[in-house]
């Protein structure tokens, strides 16, 4: 039972354009919800997080936005650059643990 | 600053051996501490975390078993290995609060031949 859901393997956009990103879940009870960057061969990095009361985070070109109703997430970058190129995973926070999702490729091209 | 060790980077193992990946954290302490691991073309799987000394959940039945020996230091075991345990392990530490942001690892790649 997948409890963080991503359901595209893989996006690519121009350079300069909007990527976006998304994830769904099945569990209320999660209270936070974050975005990973991982390059190949290196661990995960964190990019941005929102609280379940919220439906908006914004941080320099990546904002997250919540749709609790749908239990839906989506994490957008404007403009898209070529060093954005990474998988991206979505996670919830609940329970003192990170339940990933299966990660989806992004690919900026120049 | 805290900083997050692990190793070895790269390992190489014959089926049926046994293993042992290392992690340690600095700069902080009581942390949570987690092993996660991404097999080929998979997202990530959370297989074993710990809230401290001695206590270590598990959330996969598997062929792995985890030790937390000291407040720092967490290890991930096998007895014998499995030709489906290789992948992409990652160990991540968190102090649980707010959004739980874990830091990762470098993590360590290991192949079962």
């Known amino acids: 039972d997948q409890q963080v859901k991503q359901n595209s393997p893989s996006l690519s956009v121009q350079e300069g354009r909007i990527s976006i990103l998304n994830c769904d879940y099945t569990n209320s009870m999660f209270d936070y919800f974050l975005w990973y960057k991982k390059y190949p061969a290196e661990g995960p990095t964190f990019l941005i997080s929102i609280s379940s009361i919220k439906d908006k985070n914004e941080d320099g070109r990546f904002t997250v936005f919540l749709n609790k109703s749908a239990k839906h997430l989506s994490l957008h970058i404007v403009p898209s650059q070529p060093g954005d190129s990474a998988v991206y995973f979505c996670?919830?926070?609940?329970?003192?643990?990170?339940?990933f999702g299966q990660g989806t490729t992004l690919q900026v091209k120049p | 600053s805290q900083t997050i060790h692990q190793w070895p980077a790269t390992l190489v193992q014959p089926v049926g051996s046994p293993l042992s990946l290392e992690c340690t954290v600095e700069g902080t302490s009581n942390p949570n501490l987690y092993w996660y691991r991404q097999a080929a073309g998979r997202g990530l799987q959370l297989l074993f975390y710990s809230v401290g000394i001695g206590q270590i959940s598990s959330e996969v039945p598997q062929n792995l078993s985890a030790s937390r020996p000291q407040d720092r230091q967490f290890i991930l075991s096998s007895k014998k290995l499995l030709l489906s345990d290789s992948g992409f392990y990652l160990c991540a530490w968190s102090t649980y609060t707010g959004a739980n942001v874990l830091t990762f690892g470098a993590g360590s790649r290991l192949t079962v031949l």
């Open positions: 996670a919830a926070s609940g329970a003192g643990k990170l339940i």
